[in-house]
């Protein structure tokens, strides 16, 4: 198994916070991964998986348990058996914007949008990422995951990840444990065999994003170039030369609420409908049955709203610090929280802190901390 001397986690982690694991291995295989994670969970230490360290907010203090880094890659092209698709087995260690370079350059969409996206593949489905429109869990077929109650490894299908907005059963979310405490081993990927001829894009969010008429056609090479060159503009690509990208990407989720409350918003404020369940379970126990099923209720629905918006017009614009600290907002995205130069967690927690009151206190809504948090409070 090989463990290495450790190093701070704020060398791996893209908001450069943390402090020293007292231990720390790499597992360059899926066979070291697991060994690893068996022989920690074994001893009851405390332990942390870490990818690319992308979506991860460490506290200042010394993290008193075992870090295991996961470097495994590799990617596996196999016939699916969905008609006009491929299937695609990633290793959980394989850089996430490296996987869809691969997809879109093979002619596989269903991925071009979240180009740029920092982190690895085994991250992607705990969170379900996503960006303009398109989410990992239109694509996911399953998951090879080992459970930390059994020690065992199985393939889990995607429909029992209970995967929504920025969440799945695998994610700690703030203030909670998940729901299912496992590791990712690998991803299954069905995509569609779409080819490198221009065609239609759907999605008014990603039409809208690329400035795109609902006929205007266009290649995956050419959505790829333009969402990463939007996302260089907002400081959303790894650059070790630009501060603004010394974040955690997106600090606060987009905000999914009710129909009614988005109608106490401000009209210009940015939203999109969250589709309800078109098709419903309904379930009539058989006693009380009368030959009748009842028309489906009308459910209107939910909104996603811009937590962008809200922030700038809570009165917290871009590049805006608190006095005498470190942390600032990115001078190019009001969601992003950047280390402006060894800012602590504390000061980053701080203007967190900061922005979910102001907005609170202008639209009656907490904004709610996309990364995961860990030695550190809101």
Known sequence: ???????????????????????????????????????????????????????????????????????????????????????????????????????????????????????????????NIGAYGQ???????????????????????????????????LKHHYGSVPARRAVILSVTLDLPEVGHGARRIAGDQLRSALRLGPDDEVTLAWVRDRILETRRSKGMVLDPADPDTYSAGSFFQNAVVSASFARTLPEECPRWPVHPDLDP???????????????????????????????????????FKLPRSRAGLSTKHALALTNRGQATAAELAELARFIQGRVQSEFGLILQPEPVLLGVEL
């Not at 994670?37 to 203090?61: A, E, I, K, Q």
């Not at 399953?142 to 393939?155: F, I, K, M």
């Not at 209720?297 to 962008?308: F, H, L």
């Open 1 to 127: 198994m090989p463990e290495v001397t450790p190093v701070p986690l704020s060398r791996l982690t893209t908001l450069r916070t943390g402090g020293l694991p007292a231990r720390m291995i790499e597992a360059h295989t899926a066979a070291e991964l697991v060994d690893a994670l068996r022989d920690v969970w074994s001893t009851g230490d405390d332990w942390l998986v870490l990818g690319g360290g992308s979506n991860l907010f460490v506290g200042d203090g010394p993290f008193d348990g075992t870090v295991v880094r996961v470097l495994t890659k590799g990617i596996e092209r196999m016939p699916s058996p969905l008609a006009g698709r491929a299937r695609l087995k990633v290793q959980a260690g394989h850089d996430w914007d490296d996987l869809v370079a691969y997809a879109v350059a093979a002619g596989l969409g269903g991925m071009e949008a979240m180009s740029g996206i920092p982190g690895t593949v085994g991250a992607a489905p705990v969170q």
């Open 135 to 169: 989410e990992i869990v239109q694509t996911l077929s399953e998951v090879e995951l080992l459970d930390e109650s059994s020690g065992d490894v199985s393939t889990v299908p995607a429909s029992e990840l209970g995967l929504g907005f920025r969440t799945s059963v």
């Open 281 to 319: 379970v309904l379930v009539i126990p058989l006693e009380d049955f009368d030959g009748l099923v009842p028309a489906p209720a009308a459910v209107e629905s939910d909104v996603k709203v811009s937590a962008g918006w809200l922030i700038e017009h809570a009165g917290v614009r871009k590049g």
